[in-house]
C-alpha cells in the first residue's frame, strides 16, 4: 500500500509539473477565455484519458525487456526530457498553440471538440506521455501510473480553465519550465543510480 501510495504520488507530480507550463495547457487556459469552461474541461479530459492509456501501453511494451536496461533508459530519458524542456522557446511555443487553437476553432465551433482535437494531437510525444510511459516501463504498475498520470493532467487542465486568462499573469511559464526540469533530473538520478527501487 505504501508502495503504490509512494508511487502514485510520485507520478502524479512529476507530471502536474511537467504539464503545468505545456502548451496542452496553455491551450485549455486560451480556450477557456473564448467558451464556458466545463466543454473545455471535459474535451481536454477526454483526450488526456486516451492519451495516458496510449502511453501506459507503450510503457508496458518496453517493460518486457529486461529491468536494468529499462531503469537506465527512463533515468536517461528523463535527463533528454529535462534538457528539451530547458531549451524550448516559450514564446515560439506560446505563439504556435495559439496559431493552432485558432485554426481548430474555425473547424470546430463547439468547445468540447476543439478542446479534444488540440489537446489529443498536441499530447502525441509530449513529454508528459514520454514520462509517464518511462514510469510504467520501469515501475510495471498500469493502474497507478495510469490513474495519477491522468489525475496530474485533468487537475492542470482544471486549473487553466478555472483561472482562464489569469493564470499567464499570475503565475510565469518560466520558472515553471525550469522547476519541471529540475524534478526530472531529480528523478533521473535517482532511477540511474537505483535509488528509486
Known sequence: MTHALGLGLSV????????LPDKT??????LAT?????????GAAAAFLIQSMVAVIAGSIFALLPREPVRIGAGILFLVMAALLIRQNLKQAEAEEAAEVEREERHHRRPFLTAFTVVFVAEWGDLTQLA???FQARYREPLIVFT?????LWAVSAIAVVLGNRLGTWIPERPLQFAAAGVMVLVAI???TGLLG
Open 148 to 152: 495519477a498520470a491522468t489525475l496530474a
Open 25 to 30: 495547457a496553455l491551450a485549455a487556459l486560451l
Open 34 to 42: 473564448r467558451h464556458r469552461p466545463l466543454p473545455v474541461f471535459l
Open 12 to 19: 502524479f507530480v512529476v507530471i502536474f509539473l511537467l504539464e
Open 190 to 192: 535517482a532511477l540511474i
Open 132 to 134: 509517464t510511459a518511462a
